[in-house]
């Protein structure tokens, strides 16, 4: 919640009503499943289609391709709702499936795809980091060889968000292995399931984000058309990451502010309640001082927040801002619930309490998407 008084200058009516829709999904289909998930390791596949029925999967899309027709506003109330309950699901990585596509796909593909992402039928995935390749995305090594009509896929990823139920990957591969850095790296979008040659591993123990699907994926000489391939030439994959990855940085910002904001709630309603000492934990000055250093710092993220979606929406926001807003505000929520845990005590660190959760998901917002140093560094180029 933000500081009283303060709206997102972002919201109208039609936001505020696809909201309180986002909110109803979200607490009647998916807070009550939360156990199972994180015990399963990833959320039902009828919650994927369930969201697509309610209109809150490519609330950004245009709606000739069955999206919303909406902006980055909608999508931005759809993160919030999710990071309020407390909630991963990987809809900002599928609607950067949508975004790739609808930049570079040709119409065939767009018509071929967007439809069925809208309806939750597919469910996308990045599959670009490796084993040996995260930060240093030049150094994959998955190979796609022309073969005819078709490419022969050979290699491995990991780390894949929604990589168990991904129908639809955005998979990032080598074309020309005789080129070195990016110019050999091209994108495909790809159906893997029922694939010969394609496996999934089993998905990956993390430390939080445990009802998120995060997974290996195998390709063993994989077939696929050459009409796979995004964009009219091969070799143009990696400025097509670089375009677009700020879609995601600016969503991580959103899930981020969300996140520290509910923080500062959850812990005000907290000190309100237990007592230590014969009072309140409230009464104590330095909870009041800590809570609202924390309270002061998320409002300060959401301004600069605010700021980014409205120059998002216009089309004026660059890609060094948005690597400031992804690393500051992602740096800014860590600090701000890990303050929240100490204020909770013992409790903050037990499972079954909202901030313990909040504490170990939100600690990967620094690492994924590229890490905030790497960001720095891109920062730091426009210097
Ligand atoms: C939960 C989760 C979900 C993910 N989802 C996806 C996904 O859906 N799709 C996908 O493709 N990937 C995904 N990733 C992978 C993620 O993008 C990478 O983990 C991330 O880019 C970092 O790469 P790495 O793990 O190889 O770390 P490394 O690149 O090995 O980095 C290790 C450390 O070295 C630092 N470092 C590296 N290079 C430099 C440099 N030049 N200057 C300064 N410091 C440097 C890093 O900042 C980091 O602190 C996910 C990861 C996690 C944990």
Redesign the pocket.
């Known amino acids: 919640m933000a500081a009283a008084g303060y709206q997102s200058p972002w919201t109208n009516d039609e936001v505020r009503m696809l909201r309180t829709t986002a909110r109803q999904l979200i607490q009647q289909e998916f807070v009550p499943h939360q156990a199972r998930w994180r015990e399963q390791h990833r959320p039902d596949a009828e919650a994927w289609t369930k969201a697509g029925g309610t209109g809150i999967l490519l609330t950004d899309v245009p709606k000739e391709y069955g999206g919303g027709g909406g902006t980055f506003a909608h999508q931005a109330v759809v993160l919030e709702e999710l990071a309020h309950a407390g909630v991963p699901f990987g809809s900002s990585?599928h609607s950067l499936v949508a975004h790739f596509i609808l930049a570079y796909g040709s119409e065939a593909q767009k018509r071929t795809w967007l439809p069925r992402m809208a309806r939750g039928e597919l469910v996308g995935?990045?599959?670009?980091?490796e084993p040996a390749a995260?930060?240093?995305l030049q150094g994959i090594k998955t190979t796609a060889r022309r073969d005819g009509d078709h490419y022969v896929i050979n290699g491995s990823?990991t780390?894949?968000?929604n990589g168990w139920l991904a129908g639809i990957l955005c998979l990032a591969v080598k074309t020309d292995v005789r080129v070195a850095g990016p110019r050999g790296i091209s994108l495909l979008i790809v159906e893997p399931k029922d694939l010969p040659g394609y496996r999934v591993g089993r998905p990956l123990e993390?430390v939080g984000?445990h009802a998120q699907d995060?997974c290996e994926l195998f390709f063993d000489d994989v077939r696929v058309p050459a009409a796979s391939l995004l964009g009219p030439a091969e070799g143009r994959g990696f400025s097509q990451i670089m375009e677009k990855m700020s879609y995601e940085r600016l969503a991580i910002g959103v899930a981020a502010v969300a996140t520290a904001e509910q923080a500062v709630v959850i812990t005000t309603r907290h000190v309100n309640e237990r007592t230590a000492f014969g009072k309140p934990l409230i009464d104590f000055q330095n909870t009041r001082f800590k809570l609202a250093e924390c309270k002061t710092e998320a409002h300060i993220a959401r301004v600069f927040l605010d700021n980014c979606i409205e120059r998002f929406i216009a089309g004026q926001l660059g890609d060094i801002t948005t690597a400031m807003a992804k690393y500051w505000l992602t740096d800014c929520e860590c600090r701000i619930v890990d303050e929240c845990v100490q204020l909770h005590g013992g409790y903050g660190y037990l499972a079954e309490y909202p901030i313990a959760r909040m504490w170990t998901d939100s600690r990967?917002h620094r690492?994924?998407?590229?890490?905030n140093?790497?960001l720095k560094?891109l920062i730091a180029s426009s210097l």
């Open positions: 990585i995935a990045i599959a670009m980091s995260g930060s240093d990823k780390f894949i968000t993390k984000l995060t990967v690492i994924y998407a590229g890490t140093e790497i560094e």
